[in-house]
């Protein structure tokens, strides 16, 4: 072989990697790739969790709408003992007021024969409410009263003053 040749082969082995150090590297290529794909595999297992639930763990009767979008509040009337009421209120302030099932009225001999909304300055029954800012929507002050409700024998304002959303 002729010097140059030598000398070539020479400088080749001297800036040639070693064999176990290529290895070594695949190695760490390798490694990061594994993590990478269990981390992954970790995820999906984790969003399949979250989007298809354990068939186990469901209730036996779904939610009622009112269950699911309503927060319910019972709201009794220390002032006149029996005439409790029930709130139901919406995320975006709208408030659903009822008479509670320990409300006297339901007590009544009858039961309630009318409610009347004409109570007040204005008649409550024939107020129109429209649009998304709820236009002609009437505020309530905490002495409100909201109707008048009969029974056969007696009859029952209710107030919003011991409700207030």
Known sequence: M???MVDHTQKLEETAVPNNLEQQDKQDEEQPQQSVQENAEYEDEELHKLLVPDITQLPLIPPSAVEFNFASYFAPDFMKPGNDQYVYRHANGLCVVGLASTHLAFNDK???TAVDFNVGKSDRSGMKVTGKRKKNAQH???NTALCKVCT???SYIVSFGQVLC
């Open 2 to 4: 002729s010097d140059v």
């Open 140 to 142: 309530f002050e905490s």
């Open 110 to 112: 009858g039961g309630i």
């Open 152 to 154: 056969n024998g007696d």
